[in-house]
């Protein structure tokens, strides 16, 4: 059962405090809704959230959560995790152990030879390559000469290390000059 069906459950099996929840997480992003305790009960509280919620984004006001007002508070609440969720890590680089040798072709090779091409604008000593999964002359020079400015051992093999040493010049050097 994947998260998703799990949460659903969760929010049918306890159809008030999931409101509650829903209604304490849009507090935190409209000014309007008081800060709900997710109690399970139904009170004067939950009702006054839920007729402000109506009048604010769901009109009528009826303090009945019906189909419409339940699907609005659970629409704006999903915009508001997603907007509110801290960026995802994303992993690029295959992983530990992963390790391209030179003179192979592998995909996850066009990454680091693009990164190479753009810190090439900024940086001395990075040769003019393409960027085209090939670990060739041009990609192990400049593999070699990264892992030199890293102390790393000058292999021209594209691991673990020597990737995390170019997405630290990357960020240094490409991604903080847009910040």
Known sequence: MTTRQQLEEE????????????????????????????????????????????????????????????NAIRDAWIAYEREAAPPRAVRIFPGEGFQVQPGASEVAMVLPQTMFQMLRQRL?????????????????????WLQNLAQLEQTGVMDQPTWEMLSRLYELFITGSFS
């Open 11 to 70: 929010m049918l099996s306890n159809p008030v405090r999931s409101l509650q929840y829903m209604l304490r997480r849009l507090a935190e992003k409209y000014e309007f809704l008081p800060d709900l305790a997710t109690d399970g009960v139904f009170g004067e509280r939950t009702l006054e959230a839920v007729m402000l919620f109506q009048r604010e984004m769901a009109q009528p006001v009826t303090g009945v959560v019906d189909q419409r007002t339940w």
């Open 124 to 144: 001395e000593g990075i040769a003019e390559g393409e960027a085209d999964g090939r670990h060739g002359a041009a990609s192990v020079q400049n593999t070699k």
